[in-house]
T-cell receptor, first 115, second 119 residues
Framework: DGGITQSPKYLFRKEGQNVTLSCEQN?????MYWYRQDPGQGLRLIYY???????QKGDIAEGYSVSREKKESFPLTVTSAQKNPTAFYLC??????????????FGDGTRLSIL | AQSVAQPEDQVNVAEGNPLTVKCTYS??????LFWYVQYPNRGLQFLLK????DNLVKGSYGFEAEFNKSQTSFHLKKPSALVSDSALYFC??????WGYGGSQGNLIFGKGTKLSVKP
């Protein structure tokens, strides 16, 4: 079945540590996205990529980094510069990118907590 | 600037009764509108979208939504609620890029409405 796989499901970060969240899709979608979800705040865009080897900052990119070396993969690194990383992180993909009328498809998320 | 408002944090409905989850939006240009549902510890699932044309849009699981341009609203509805409909619902909007919207064309989400359907 086609879909988006996020791993791990749960992740714990120690002080000063960088952690990487994995996102893989087999939908052959060009565009991929990372969102952060906090209770009562909806989803906020961290980074997005419309094509391999290209990505743009979203609304809350500080303390995060991404890469897009393959169409299928869009890993997110939460760096030690992100002082409040505890949240539910969602990866999504879509056929079109910005201005597209196509819906985004979501993975089942990674819950990141601080040790 | 784009924005989405879901004025109700929670909606409570008895099983079998009709349900409405409200959404209003603001975009500089013309909108594409979406509804998603999220079950606990899961990702978002797409329910339906409005692109253009008929103001009443039908989607998955018996849900529908009505686009009202004058009121800038896109309320989600279902004629008869099920207990299994209990979940978190998100409205989202993006500028469709036709005309000067001044936006980056990204999807903007509301804060979500928790729907609780009691037996």
């Amino acid at each position: 079945d086609g879909g988006i796989t996020q791993s791990p499901k749960y992740l714990f970060r120690k002080e000063g540590q960088n952690v990487t969240l994995s996102c893989e899709q087999n939908l052959n979608h060009d565009a991929m996205y990372w969102y952060r979800q906090d209770p009562g705040q909806g989803l906020r865009l961290i980074y997005y990529s419309q094509i391999v080897n290209d990505f743009q900052k979203g609304d809350i990119a500080e303390g995060y980094s991404v890469s897009r070396e393959k169409k299928e993969s869009f890993p997110l690194t939460v760096t030690s510069a992100q002082k409040n990383p505890t949240a539910f992180y969602l990866c999504a993909s879509s056929i079109g990118g910005t201005y597209s009328n196509q819906p985004q498809h979501f993975g089942d998320g990674t819950r990141l907590s601080i040790l | 600037a784009q924005s989405v408002a879901q004025p109700e944090d929670q909606v409570n409905v008895a099983e079998g009764n009709p349900l409405t989850v409200k959404c209003t939006y603001s975009v500089s240009g013309n909108p594409y509108l979406f509804w998603y549902v999220q079950y606990p510890n899961r990702g978002l699932q797409f329910l339906l979208k409005y692109i253009t044309g008929d103001n009443l849009v039908k989607g998955s699981y018996g849900f529908e939504a009505e686009f009202n341009k004058s009121q800038t609203s896109f309320h989600l509805k279902k004629p008869s609620a099920l207990v299994s409909d209990s979940a978190l619902y998100f409205c989202a909007v993006r500028d469709n890029g036709w005309g000067y919207g001044g936006s980056q064309g990204n999807l903007i989400f509301g804060k979500g409405t928790k729907l609780s359907v009691k037996p």
